[in-house]
């Protein structure tokens, strides 16, 4: 089992930026992904970032120029900083944890930390 908790959520000001971070525990197996995906009120969950054990990023296009994904392999942390956020980023984001073993793919969630992009 793994446990994800994140920190950094909150309400800022259009133009403004937040930083997010998840700390992963438990059985981590790699090679595996870690990254951020969102869900705003009404709409389906969607991936914003991802990054590999090996360092390999993928932004959604939404986000891609705004937004940066960094991990520590060494500590099993990520981390989402958001700049130039709009109200269209205001959603529940969920760090999120995944990997593949000879039973197939597993995908790990975070209970959600809520940002809010308004004046």
């Known amino acids: 089992q793994v446990q994800l908790v994140e920190s950094g959520g909150g309400l800022v000001q259009p133009g403004g930026s937040l930083r997010l971070s998840c700390a992963a525990s438990?059985?981590?197996?790699?090679?595996?992904?870690m990254g951020w995906y969102r869900q705003a009120p009404g709409k389906q969950r969607e991936r914003v970032a991802t990054?590999?054990?090996?360092?390999?990023?993928n932004f959604a296009d939404s986000v891609k120029g705004r937004f940066t994904i960094s991990r520590d392999n060494a500590k099993n942390t990520v981390n989402l900083q958001m700049n130039s956020l709009g109200p269209e980023d205001t959603a529940v984001y969920y760090c999120?944890?995944?990997?593949?073993?000879?039973?197939?793919?597993?995908?790990?969630w975070g209970q959600g930390t809520q940002v809010t992009v308004s004046s």
């Open positions: 999120s944890y995944s990997y593949s073993d000879y039973l197939g793919p597993n995908h790990y």
């Open positions: 438990g059985s981590i197996f790699r090679p595996n992904a």
């Open positions: 990054i590999t054990s090996g360092g390999s990023t």
